[in-house]
């Protein structure tokens, strides 16, 4: 039987992705509580990197260790990857030897062709396209702090890109709407962000509109990884999409802002608006953790009760 992937948010249904959280918390409870839970002793997961990573790299490997197995990290330059050894066959092997892989890489051609050869459960943790992973801690983080997200307004102030075309995909599972402004020639591709109805999405040239109503307010880098060679183009671009105080003021009052993080103070977003009291990135860094156990051990372990 094909093992189950996590390439893209919708690769998971609304009910898998409702386990999944009542998984987070159950996982995260007990760990606040120093109490040891190993599902996964003696499992093996191989974490593939060909792009940078500070929360993804720590998430997953303080993960897998505390529900009793291991992870192997992989860097691009230190594997026959980086000698041009071809993904498939690295996949056949690699998936031999452990039980679940991570990928961080740049198209999702790459991690798909990848997942087509694999005996195992494969992750997603970020391609060019999407970033599912992240988008699982948000949305969890969102519902920790406000309850439901159904009904609500998201607005995404920025780039069209990994992380905003996966929130337009939560929108459909969660049943919210998404504001988006980007610059012009930076707009969503519907095709791209992987959604094929866009009646959760409405895009606004101006920034200031895309907040007004807004539930939470979210922004990203300029410049993603792999896109460096456009950054000095993209600052000019992106001057206006700065999230300010002002911007914050146009939101509902009790308005959240998040960021994956790593972020730029004075670009993308004001310190006083990251380091403010409406920020919640510090919550959203550490719930990568506690829905990534819950993923690990849903891929490995399938449901458990508990
Ligand atoms: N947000 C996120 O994925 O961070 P890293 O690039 O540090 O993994
Ligand atoms: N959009 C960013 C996210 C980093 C976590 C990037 O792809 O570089």
């Known amino acids: 039987m094909a093992p189950k992937h996590f390439l893209q948010l919708r690769d998971f249904s609304r009910d898998e992705l409702a386990y999944l ?104 943790g970020l391609t060019n396209e999407y970033h599912p992973c992240q988008i699982l801690a948000d949305v969890y983080t969102y519902i920790e702090h406000r309850g439901s997200i159904q009904g609500r307004t998201v607005a995404w102030i920025g780039d069209s890109n990994n992380v905003c075309n996966t929130w337009l995909q939560a929108a459909l599972l969660f049943d919210f709407n998404v504001h988006v402004s980007t610059p012009p020639g930076y707009e969503v591709e519907p095709e791209r962000a992987g959604i094929f109805d866009t009646s959760r999405f409405q895009s606004f040239s101006d920034p200031m509109q895309a907040c007004r109503g807004a539930d939470l307010v979210t922004t990203d880098v300029w410049t993603s990884m792999g896109f460096e060679a456009e950054n000095a183009e993209r600052q000019r671009d992106f001057a206006r999409w700065e999230v300010d105080e002002e911007m914050m003021a146009n939101a509902n009052p009790d308005a959240l802002f998040m960021h994956c993080l790593p972020a730029h103070r004075g670009e993308e977003v004001a310190a006083s608006v990251i380091d403010g009291p409406q920020s919640v990135v510090w919550d959203e860094a550490e719930n990568r953790l506690h829905a990534q156990k819950a993923l690990l051990e849903y891929l490995v372990c399938g449901r458990v009760s508990g």
């Open 21 to 124: 959280f009542g998984r987070t918390r159950w996982i995260k409870e007990r760990f606040k509580r120093y109490e040891i839970y190993q599902p996964l002793r003696d499992r093996t997961l191989a974490m593939v990197f060909e792009k940078a990573s500070t929360r993804t790299r720590v998430s997953f490997e303080a993960g897998m260790n505390q529900l009793g197995g291991i992870a192997i990290n992989l860097n691009r330059g230190d594997t026959q990857l980086g000698r041009g050894e071809p993904i498939e066959d690295v996949a056949r092997v690699i998936s031999r030897m452990v039980d679940v892989v991570m990928i961080r890489t740049f198209e999702q051609t790459i991690i798909e062709r990848f997942a087509a050869h694999s005996r195992v459960p494969v992750i997603n």
